[in-house]
């Protein structure tokens, strides 16, 4: 809430003993401790206007900014697993592909060794395995000793090992086992369903793994927003929170949110927290990494709410004027603020006052000391 200084150009407050008293024709206000008295007379009596304390049902607002992005596992940025030349294209910018569609092939020599490895594996295995089964059947004549069966068994489980790891390093790359060959360009697949947003693809163009990545896949049709939520507003957000989006290119759209999920640090730094907030994009106004403003709206609850012209800032404490038993009086009360509206003229009121107590809601200017 902001600092409120008031000047009161035309009043004048003559300090005496015993307390301080202002006179200025017919008007008299007289001051003693945090009490103030309102001569029925005075002009300064008509211009107090004063509310009964209620409850009532209040969502706190606060904003902030964020930045749009795709859901968790839904932006697959592909690159490439080995150095190579580009082969093949088979899709183009903006184009809808399923997971594992090809998106590109390249012809590279290390992904060649790599399936060379994995045939002389497979002939070893399989030599071996020809080898074991014969000698088993020599053993059991007395031909060879225990001794030959067991080396050459070990030969046989290390040749499987080998064997199961080369297999898997091609399965790692999407590789069919049966129809592989030495030579062959390797396809890159899609890793998930959504559409090409970015192609950045030459038929010819030799690329190097750890230069870029050329094509990203995402499904965009459903958005996060990260956004930081300072920490003294945590306490209003909860699950069934929600929030309006709002966007520099077109500020007059609004995009309802959900609160996803709150997070558990604080940054040290900023003194916030990062809260996900999950939207539809069905019309794609939002695009991964776009900043956006945040307008939180918490669940509404029961609470003293006052207009801002209510209270007033002191030096220490935030402070009401309380109307006194008896006409005339009205007492300075100090107050707990919780959180206002969007443009806080409207404030929730968390400890100093009681529902049904009476407070000056309009001309308290005049009572300040």
Request: hydrophobic letters at 35%; proline letters at 3%; glycine letters at 8%.
């Amino acid at each position: 809430m902001k600092n409120r200084v008031f000047a009161l150009p035309f009043i004048l407050l003559l300090v005496s003993c015993g307390g301080k008293t202002e006179e200025s024709g017919d008007r008299q206000l007289s001051f003693k401790g945090d009490s103030v008295f309102v001569n029925a007379a005075s002009p300064v009596a008509g211009t107090i206007k004063t509310t009964e304390v209620s409850k009532e049902p209040f969502s706190s607002e606060f904003r902030t900014v964020g930045v749009a992005t795709a859901e968790n596992g839904k932006f697959g940025e592909v690159s490439l697993p080995f150095d190579g030349r580009v082969t093949g294209v088979y899709v183009t910018l903006g184009r809808k592909v399923r997971k594992g569609e090809p998106l590109f092939e390249i012809y590279s020599p290390e992904f060649n060794e790599l399936v060379k490895e994995y045939y002389q594996a497979l002939r070893t295995f399989e030599k071996l395995k020809v080898d074991y089964s014969r000698k088993q059947e020599l053993f059991s004549h007395g031909i060879i000793s225990k001794r030959e069966l067991e080396e050459l068994f070990a030969e046989y489980e290390n040749a499987s090992k080998d064997l199961e790891s080369a297999c898997s390093t091609l399965e790692v790359y999407n590789v069919n086992l049966d129809e592989v060959s030495v030579g062959q360009p390797v396809s890159i697949l899609a890793p998930i369903s959504g559409e090409v947003v970015v192609c950045d693809l030459t038929v010819g163009e030799y690329m190097k793994s750890d230069e870029k990545r050329p094509v990203v896949v995402a499904d965009l049709s459903t958005m996060w927003i990260n956004a930081y939520v300072k920490e003294h507003y945590i306490g209003h957000l909860n699950s069934n929170a929600g929030a309006e989006i709002f966007l520099d290119s077109s500020p007059d759209e609004k995009i309802d949110a959900g609160v996803f999920n709150i997070g558990s640090v604080v940054d040290s730094e900023t003194r916030s927290v990062q809260v996900i907030l999950a939207c539809e994009n069905n019309r794609r106004l939002l695009k991964h990494g776009m900043y956006v403003s945040v307008h939180f709206i918490s669940e509404p609850k029961d609470e003293i709410v006052l207009p801002s012209s209510a209270i007033f800032q002191g030096e220490q404490h935030n402070y009401v004027y309380v109307c006194g038993k008896e006409s005339g009086v009205f007492v300075r009360r100090r107050v707990v603020l919780g959180s206002g509206n969007d443009d806080n003229s409207r404030i929730c009121i968390k400890s100093g006052l009681a529902v049904g107590e009476k407070v000056v809601v309009d001309g308290g200017i005049y009572l300040a000391q």
